[in-house]
């Protein structure tokens, strides 16, 4: 479904005042505007193939109607939110749930609606229907040479169709551990994951980037083969120069200090890129900013700080996506809340005044401090952030438009109320 480029100016047109008392407020205060605003058009978050539809918990799933029913229909989803936010130019995919069977018209589609191929995904956490060896005892770290055969050709499998559709990185998550004590040996597990991953990354392009993704806990519940930062970090250092550690927020033990973890790790040149969402239990993978909005905004914070002291592209140089799942919400709506989330931490994070709190810090200063990072961050930079949309001509507010111009109704009128997504 392509969105008439009219109606956005329509919607647009009926705010348009109102946003321009807001907006001149909002850039009053702040001195290089032109500035940010220029970082936030250029700012992507790419979208996960596999967030399109609702998703379910292991007691249910309540799916919506309209949903895209095809890698194809995917492709037009995040069109269309590309088209509301003018930030969402990408899609990750995740394989074999969405396998490109024809990968230049796939290409051909994605480039109409303006949208690029970000990391590709592999799946080692499942069975196929079609697979000889099973994955239950993990696939990288197995005990059986075969399985981690298995799932290094996967792996390369999965570099060939990203290299296809124009994607510049794999990321590998594994669901590998131990559910028990005593179910295996850590450092043979180790290193049978590390030998693995070798071998995926003899096979990657030159002009690409691995990340590997670790996680706590789930599926495994006594032990994880890539379970924190550190773990992570052990086999990106091991590997290369093109490994990096990808932070997915969830995946943390509760309150672990993500934002120092990603300081660290942009620090030593090592943090790939992140999947964003939010939780307040575990992998809860709810809409960005919902629950922790301002451990968001402190992540952005060192994002920011520690890109700008190694001269980094805030655009370009990490890979930024969306990893989350809706349970009760309109897939759609879900993700305009979660991109509208980021956009906000980043431009509180582009307010913080950085010489002050760097004087303040030098001086022992702690109040002062504190009130630096909060007075950027209680500061309501919406009207920015609709301003650098209508400036790239995006809808001025995104949910409302996708509301007001009723699109899931004209969704389900085209695919059908039936029409269920794989979905998380
Ligand atoms: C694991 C994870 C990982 C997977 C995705 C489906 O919890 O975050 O990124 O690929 O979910
Ligand atoms: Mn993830
Ligand atoms: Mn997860």
Avoid at 238 to 250: F, W
Wanted: aromatic residues 8%; charged residues 25%.
């Amino acid at each position: 479904m392509l969105l008439e480029k009219y109606k956005i100016e329509e919607f647009n047109q009926a705010g348009l005042a109102e946003h321009k008392r807001r907006f001149d407020f909002a850039a009053s205060y702040v001195k290089n505007i032109d500035e940010v605003l220029q970082k936030l058009i250029d700012f992507q978050v790419a979208i996960p193939s596999w967030a399109l539809g609702t998703g379910g918990t292991r007691f249910g799933r309540f799916a919506g109607g309209g949903e895209p029913r095809s890698l194809e229909e995917k492709i037009e989803d995040v069109g269309l939110l590309h088209q509301l936010n003018r930030s969402s130019g990408a899609i990750s995919l995740h394989i074999p749930w969405d396998i490109p069977q024809n990968p230049a018209a796939i290409k051909a589609l994605a480039a109409q609606h303006g949208l690029k191929f970000d990391a590709v995904n592999s799946n080692t956490f499942q069975d196929q229907p079609d697979q000889k060896l099973s994955y239950k005892f993990g696939s990288m770290q197995h005990v059986d040479k075969a399985v981690r055969k298995q799932a290094v050709d996967h792996n390369i499998e999965v570099i060939r169709h990203g290299i296809e559709l124009g994607s510049e990185s794999l990321t590998v998550w594994l669901s590998d551990g131990s559910s028990f004590p005593g179910q295996l040996n850590f450092r043979k597990a180790f290193q049978n994951t590390l030998e693995s991953l070798q071998e995926v990354y003899a096979a990657l392009p030159d002009n690409w980037k691995m990340f590997v993704e670790y996680k706590a806990f789930e599926p495994n519940f006594y032990s994880m083969s890539v379970g924190d930062w550190g773990q992570s970090y052990l086999y990106a250092s091991k590997l290369g120069e093109k490994a990096y550690t990808l932070v997915d927020l969830g995946h943390h033990l509760p309150n672990a200090n993500i934002e120092q973890i990603v300081s660290l790790l942009l620090m030593e040149g090592k943090l790939g890129g992140f999947h964003f969402n939010d939780s307040k239990y575990g992998d809860d993978d709810l809409t960005v900013g919902s629950v922790k909005p301002y451990q968001l905004f402190l992540i952005f914070n060192e994002l920011v700080e520690g890109m700008d002291a190694r001269g980094m592209n805030h655009a370009t140089d990490l890979g930024w996506m969306i990893d989350a799942s809706h349970n009760v919400k309109d897939p759609l709506e879900d993700l305009l809340q979660s991109v509208e989330a980021i956009m906000i931490a980043y431009t509180q994070a582009l307010l913080v005044d950085r010489k002050a709190l760097a004087e303040a810090q030098q001086a022992n200063d702690v109040v002062r401090c504190q009130e630096i990072l909060q007075t950027a961050a209680r500061t309501d930079v919406r009207a920015i952030v609709a301003e650098a949309r209508l400036r790239s001509g995006g809808a001025l507010q995104t949910l409302q438009a996708f509301r007001q111009l009723e699109l899931r109704k004209a969704l389900i009128g085209e695919r059908g109320l039936k029409a269920v997504s794989t979905g998380l």
